[in-house]
Every structure is written in structure tokens, then in C-alpha cells.
């Protein structure tokens, strides 16, 4: 197994690579485009703007390769969010692996949310029990959360939450999946969706 972890403009790199180190993967993290393309799986981790990510991947080439690349694709946060087509952070066009709209959450009609939303909230899953990631784990089950922007439902959802609106927790399509919250500080329930996709 050979685990690439998306070097680029975001944070949080450093736990993804934890987190596969207590599952007995070593993790090795990159930009090189032969590295990702051979790669067994490819996890783009991420908290950061969206703007900024994007702009690194133009600049290196990789929004020319992510979206291409046949292996198992898991984002994670933000990860999520440049797969989606737009975001409102800065106003910025991404990946397009998945239609949906990235949304602040302070547009949500009426919201007096507090944001970003920091902490445990429930994933509900879809009435396909969530798809591969999600085989094991309860439903509903608490996953952690830090996050100002949403993924507008959509059809390629396999899970839910709702702060103020429900959204998309998780999405799959083809090889590529995402979800919003951080599994790698998710206790046993990230633990668990990590080795589903390590497995996939």
C-alpha cells in the first residue's frame, strides 16, 4: 500500500499523517504528479481558504491531475471543499468532481450560527447506509467538525448534518469520496471510516 497525502496550501497534515501511522500505514506526503498518479490511494487533507488551495493547485498543475486520477480519493474539510464545483470563500471556481455549491455558513436565512462551526455533531447517512466509508460505524454516529463553509446538498451525498441547514457530511462519486468533518479526530468512528478507505 502507498499512500500519498496532497502537499498544498492547508494545514492539518501532520494529524492525517498520524492518524495512518496508528493504523500501521506509513504516509508519505506530496506534489509530484508521477507520486500521486502511482500512489495506491490519495488523501487530501486540508483547513485553510479556499482561494489560496486552488491557487496552488493552477500553479502546480494539479488541478490538471486531481480530477483524473483513478485510484480511491478521499478529501477531508477542506478537502471536500475544492472537489465541489464553487465556493463563496473569495469566490472561487475548484475541482468540479462533484456539483455542489460551497455555502458560509452566516448566509443561511435567519442563521445566528456561531462560526465556524467548532465540535462533535451527528452524521446521519443516506438510505444507501452511507456507501463503503461508513460499513461498521453507527448510524448515527458523532464525528468532529471545524469548518465555516458547507457543501449544499447534492446528488452524490451519502451523509448528512445539520447546523442550521442540513448539508452534505459525505460524498462519493466513482473513486473520488470526501467528507466534511476531520476523521482523524473522530475517535473510534474516524478510525474506523479511515480503514474503509484504506481498504477500498
Known amino acids: ?12 497534515v501532520q494529524s492525517v499523517l498520524f492518524a495512518m501511522k496508528r493504523l500501521g500505514v506509513e504516509a508519505f506526503v506530496t506534489n509530484n504528479h508521477d507520486e500521486l498518479r502511482a500512489a495506491s490511494h490519495v488523501i487530501i487533507p486540508g483547513v485553510g481558504e479556499a482561494g489560496s488551495a486552488m491557487s496552488y ?8 491531475l ?19 464545483a464553487h465556493s ?10 462533484f456539483p455542489n455549491a460551497i455555502r458560509l455558513f452566516r448566509n443561511v436565512p435567519g442563521g445566528s450560527l456561531k462560526v465556524p462551526q467548532i465540535g462533535w455533531n451527528t452524521v446521519t447517512m ?3 447506509r452511507g456507501g463503503p466509508l461508513f460499513k461498521g460505524i453507527d448510524d448515527p454516529s458523532y464525528m468532529y467538525y471545524v469548518h465555516s ?3 449544499e446538498s447534492g446528488e452524490f451525498g451519502v451523509a448528512s448534518t445539520t447546523y442550521g441547514v442540513t448539508f452534505d ?32
Open 126 to 128: 443516506d438510505e444507501n
Open 88 to 97: 463563496e470563500e473569495a469566490d472561487t471556481p475548484c475541482l468540479g468532481v
Open 57 to 64: 493547485f493552477r500553479e502546480h498543475g494539479l488541478d490538471l
Open 66 to 84: 486531481i480530477p483524473y486520477l483513478t485510484q480511491p480519493v478521499l478529501g477531508i474539510c477542506l478537502g471536500l471543499q475544492v472537489l465541489c
Open 169 to 200: 457530511a459525505a460524498l462519493q462519486r466513482d473513486n473520488f469520496f470526501a467528507v466534511q468533518f476531520h476523521p482523524e479526530k473522530s475517535a473510534d468512528a474516524g478510525e474506523k471510516l479511515l480503514s474503509n478507505f484504506l481498504a477500498l
Open 149 to 151: 463553509y458547507y457543501a
Open 1 to 12: 500500500m502507498s499512500v500519498a497525502i496532497l502537499k498544498y496550501n492547508a494545514g492539518n
